[in-house]
């Protein structure tokens, strides 16, 4: 016969083993989903616009609908805002206004009012008169499986000409 330590190792196996099986179906579940999930975000006034660094402070509205980002399989969604804008220097600059940890699909449909809660600033005098986009960016965290992330690119937002 066998002992009590053979017969405890090979049920353990067999679990984690299952459990292993049971895990790679529900992230591979997850590749049939498709979400599409909309966004808008209108920039209601230009706060500041300070000559120091060229600083800017503005008051959003951040309307989204981020439902379908959630399956069963869902632990949260974190989202964040940033302007991306383009210098001489480089071509590509990514500033973070906004973020958010969603924790269920009920709380995925929401309407914000904010001002950024990060400074907007450039380093040296390029944001005058500079258009930018806005874009809301979002990544998955599932409960088992790999992290998704995407964005949705909200374009046509131009700077002042003038410091305010």
Not at 56 to 70: E, G, H, M, P
Not at 96 to 112: N, R, T, V
Request: aromatic share 12%.
């Amino acid at each position: 016969m066998h002992s009590f330590g053979y017969r405890a190792n090979a049920l353990l196996t067999l679990s984690v083993t299952i459990l292993a099986i049971i895990c790679g179906i529900a992230s591979f579940s997850d590749t049939f989903n498709s979400p599409s999930p909309s966004a808008s975000i209108q920039v209601l006034n230009v706060n500041r616009f300070q000559k120091l660094d060229d600083e800017v402070s503005l008051t959003l509205n951040i309307t989204a609908d981020l439902q379908s980002l959630f399956t069963w399989n869902t632990k949260q969604v974190f989202v964040f805002v940033a302007a991306e804008y383009e210098t001489l220097k480089n071509s590509l600059n990514q500033v973070s206004l906004w973020d958010g940890i969603i924790p269920s699909q009920e709380h995925a449909k929401f309407w914000i009012r904010t001002t950024n809660k990060y400074r907007f600033t450039d380093q040296g005098s390029n944001l005058r008169g500079k258009e930018f986009n806005l874009t809301l960016h979002w990544h998955v965290m599932p409960k088992t499986g790999k992290m998704i992330a995407d964005k949705i690119v909200l374009t046509g937002y131009v700077l002042p000409q003038e410091y305010r």
